[in-house]
């Protein structure tokens, strides 16, 4: 059963609107004293539940930050990007601080420091009153209010760069501050998780740790992994875009950290790659939640709670046999038009990832699929097709949202060892990636001859930035992967010449058929597709339909440029404006430099 979020009991709602209201009286009152709620398992479990609600509130993660961060990249973009929007100016580069998506006192921010609010009240009850010592109920619960609260502060780090720094409950003197260098909030962080890595069990050690969407060991060393790698990144910092000059966040030490943290992961055991690529993601569509598999950590939403098929999976255009969520679900976002072609025909992924057709109208609630046009592709990683709940929510789904899986552990691991110890350190986790994406009868070549073959550092990495891509596309980790390898720009720019040959056919992109051939499957639904593949150019026989395979709407020039809007330098639009309420709100102590 999905561990839902809702508010754990009266008295948890008491505790947090108490603090909430009168955050001005020191110290903060509740319905039940602190000293009882954060001595007793049973009532702190209830307390850290409610570090989680602000996930899933309306313009929080649910309908704000999940549906637009992390677009547009080199491999992802919001479909309506050509479409000049408050909406599309969050993925195009040209946010603005009174986006009318995001300028709103219940927004993602608030929402954000809300779980830091409520974070701050459990670890101050746990370390006052609870001895939370590693191996005990308390301090299980304070190893997961550490890591929450660490999950609230990447994500505005990752969204905002600099942003105010609260590591304890609100009093008069903090009420108003001003933004801290994120390399302080880094090390808080680093330092947060070691320590709840000594308080949380493995994967399935516990049965608070059977399931994905509760902390576990596995997570919490392979977030510390990914944060360590982040921070030692390049970033736009207000004097330009540059690495940390803090000693302690340099790339010797953080790469070193994430390498040792990531092996631990590795070496334990207690998680691994599922079997297929596909059988991955219909798990995840059908909401398989035990913990030891690939997913580490997921954010939880409840059945009525929560958008990742409403916004990503393949576009539904009416409610149909598979699903009653509402009219033109899912398509918001999808692959860009290149990268199905820049797969290996033979890797598995990509099949899975990138999906040319969306669901028609439906005609006696049976829906077909229909091909759409060359720039119009939709992310196959989540399907309501897939799913084994009928969702009938008009304006949620109820499907979690993945954090981290166990495939970027390993690939953290490849990358750090590649700049630490060299190539043939890191071969051995690639190979473990490639290995899942390509059946056996080609693995000679595409695993092992293809990994021995890098035998420089640079071919390495070069060769974990497109792997990065073929695993992870639809995932949006690859703005903040972009970022860090300072690549943004760069690859941008790449994706609109890769972009302007496969709609010209030239290059890299000039077999690429301009003709598809279609008919329906037995099933009467699914389409037979022939001509997606270089060298299917010859007509299959009577039985199949001719499809024109080019580009539609826009003009392709336009389309193609607004992966981000003309005048804006990427590297100069790392991250989003604090909100205008949020600047107005501050006393004068927030600014957006």
């Not at 999905?2 to 209201?21: E, N, P, R």
């Not at 709103?104 to 779980?115: E, P, V």
């Not at 690639?430 to 092992?448: G, H, M, N």
């Not at 497109?466 to 970022?483: D, P, S, V, Y």
Request: hydrophobic content about 35%; proline content about 4%; some cysteine.
């Amino acid at each position: 059963m999905k561990h839902k979020i809702l508010i754990a009991g009266m008295f948890v709602a008491s505790l947090f609107c108490s603090c909430s209201d009168d955050y001005l009286d020191a110290p903060a009152q509740s319905t039940l004293d602190e000293s009882v709620i954060f001595s007793s398992p049973d009532l702190a479990a209830g307390a850290v539940d409610g570090i989680k609600i602000p996930f899933a509130e309306t313009n929080s993660y649910r309908g704000r930050f999940l549906p637009f961060y992390g677009l547009n990249t080199d491999v992802e973009w919001y479909n309506s990007s050509q479409t000049v929007s408050d909406a599309s100016d969050l993925c195009t580069y040209d946010a603005k601080a009174n986006n009318s998506q995001m300028n709103t006192t219940n927004n993602a921010w608030a929402m954000m420091y809300s779980g830091i609010e409520r974070a701050n009240l459990c670890v101050r009850g746990l370390r006052t009153y609870g001895n939370p010592t590693p191996g005990s109920d308390l301090g299980y619960l304070l190893g997961e209010a550490l890591t929450l609260r660490a999950i609230y502060y990447a994500d505005l780090i990752k969204a905002f760069g600099d942003v105010p720094y609260r590591f304890e409950p609100l009093t008069n003197e903090t009420l108003y501050i001003g933004k801290t260098s994120r390399d302080e909030i880094y090390k808080q962080l680093l330092k947060d998780l070691g320590e709840a890595a000594t308080l949380v069990p493995w994967p399935g050690e516990t049965t608070a740790t059977s399931s994905v969407e509760r902390i576990n060991k596995a997570f919490v060393k392979g977030f510390r992994a990914r944060l360590a790698m982040a921070a030692s990144g390049y970033q736009q910092y207000p004097d330009g875009v540059r690495r940390s000059t803090d000693p302690q966040l340099s790339v010797a030490n953080m790469y070193a950290l994430a390498l040792a943290e990531s092996r631990s992961v590795i070496e334990s055991g207690s998680a691994h790659l599922e079997s297929s690529f596909e059988t991955f993601w219909r798990k995840y569509n059908q909401e398989y939640l035990v913990a030891g598999g690939e997913s580490l950590w997921e954010l939880p939403f409840s059945e009525g709670r929560g958008r990742m098929l409403f916004t990503f999976a393949v576009r539904h255009t009416t409610n149909d046999q598979f699903h009653a969520n509402g009219p033109n679900r899912g398509g918001t976002a999808g692959p860009l038009p290149f990268v199905f072609y820049d797969y290996d025909q033979a890797d598995t992924r990509r099949d899975v990832t990138c999906v040319p057709y969306k669901y028609g109208t439906a005609v006696n609630n049976i829906a077909k699929q229909e091909l759409g046009a060359l720039n119009t592709w939709y992310f196959g990683k989540y399907r309501y097709e897939w799913m084994t709940r009928f969702v009938t929510s008009t304006n949620d789904d109820g499907v979690n949202k993945i954090y981290m899986r166990y495939a970027e552990v390993l690939l953290i691991a490849a990358e750090a060892a590649n700049e630490l110890e060299g190539p043939s350190a890191a071969a051995p986790y690639l190979k473990e990636i490639r290995r899942r994406a390509f059946p056996a009868a080609a693995q000679a070549v595409k695993v092992d001859a293809y990994v021995n073959a890098l035998t420089s550092k640079d071919a390495m990495f070069k060769a974990l930035v497109e792997e990065n891509k073929f695993e992870f596309t639809g995932e949006m980790e690859r703005k903040q992967a972009l970022i860090r390898w300072n690549l943004l720009k760069t690859k941008l720019d790449e994706a609109k010449v890769k972009m302007t040959n496969l709609s010209q056919r030239l290059g890299e992109y000039a077999t690429v058929p301009t003709t598809l051939y279609y008919k329906f499957k037995a099933d009467n639904v699914s389409l037979d597709i022939y001509g997606l593949n270089r060298g299917e150019t010859a007509n299959p026989g009577a039985d199949y339909t001719s499809f024109e395979w080019t580009w539609t709407g826009t003009a392709t020039d336009a389309k193609i440029n607004s992966l981000y809007k003309a005048g804006m330098n990427p590297d100069n639009k790392q991250f989003w404006p604090i909100w205008q309420v949020f600047i107005d709100g501050s006393n004068g102590k927030l600014t957006n430099d």
